[in-house]
């Protein structure tokens, strides 16, 4: 089935974040792909079968009723987000960036994730969407300031959606990451928590603690957490930390007619 973010984005707005299955509640519609990425994989990258991915694919745009393809990106965990304007989907050929943009109906902003955080923005006037992965590396290098720095929008008339990703109560990482959030800003600190029985070097991080706190800082007010763990959600979600071999979700966004 597909998520839908609860927030209040125009009418023409249409935005959603697949799962493992596959189509709206109540559809008999199956994913392709088998374990360990069972069912709907999007991702061609992970090592799944080709076919089964582009049937995937086909089937996420039969079921979200696109008019265009999305425009996949080669994600790398970069801070480079491309404009979608003027540029064909049918023709496209993926490139590296982690968040895309446009302001023209039916061009499909989309990210890949099973982790990471997929941030959907829009803006009050609903003529702007936009789509961000996020995973720690990019965030602490500026993914997202940088994106909506670039936006055509004052920050203050954005909305943004935060999907399903980990959770602190599952990302544990190294002080070398702690180091990378903490050294600048110290008060960072309030988002890693020291494993108990404490362990020297690890910590619990509240990775979507810190990108509120980013959007914030750049003048976003209106913020929206679906408050889904990608980890903790087997049934439903991908997660690389739980699994290692697995599929990603999709989350997408576009204006339409």
């Not at 374990?35 to 079921?63: K, S």
């Not at 509120?212 to 679906?226: C, R």
Request: proline share 5%; charged share 20%.
């Amino acid at each position: 089935m597909f998520i839908k973010p609860e927030w209040p984005a125009p009418i023409n707005i249409r935005a959603l974040c697949t799962t493992r299955l596959s189509g709206n509640a109540g559809d008999n519609v199956k994913g392709q792909s088998n374990p360990p990425y069972d069912y709907f994989n999007v991702a061609t990258h992970v090592g799944d079968n080709p076919l089964a991915v582009q049937q995937n694919r086909q089937i996420l745009t039969e079921q979200a009723c696109l008019v265009n393809s999305p425009f996949w990106l080669d994600q790398q965990h970069t801070v480079e987000a491309v404009c979608l304007d003027n540029l064909s989907a049918q023709n496209w050929q993926p490139v590296i960036a982690d968040a895309s943009w446009s302001t023209q109906t039916n061009h499909v902003a989309l990210v890949m994730t099973a982790d990471c955080i997929p941030l959907l923005i829009t803006n009050l006037e609903g003529s702007l969407v936009c789509a961000i992965h996020a995973g720690w590396k990019g965030l602490a290098d500026g993914i997202v300031s940088k994106t909506i720095q670039a936006l055509p929008e004052q920050p203050q008339n954005l909305l943004v959606w935060i999907g399903p990703c980990i959770r602190q109560a599952h990302f544990e990482v190294g002080l070398d990451v702690y180091e990378m959030f903490c050294a600048k800003i110290p008060n960072n600190q309030r988002f890693f928590k020291k494993q108990m029985p404490i362990t020297e070097g690890k910590y619990f991080a509240d990775i979507a603690g810190l990108l509120k706190l980013e959007l914030k800082k750049i003048g976003l007010t209106h913020i929206y957490d679906s408050e889904l763990c990608s980890y903790a959600d087997s049934e439903r979600f991908y997660s690389y930390r739980r699994d290692g071999a697995t599929g990603r979700m999709a989350s997408l966004i576009w204006i339409e007619d």
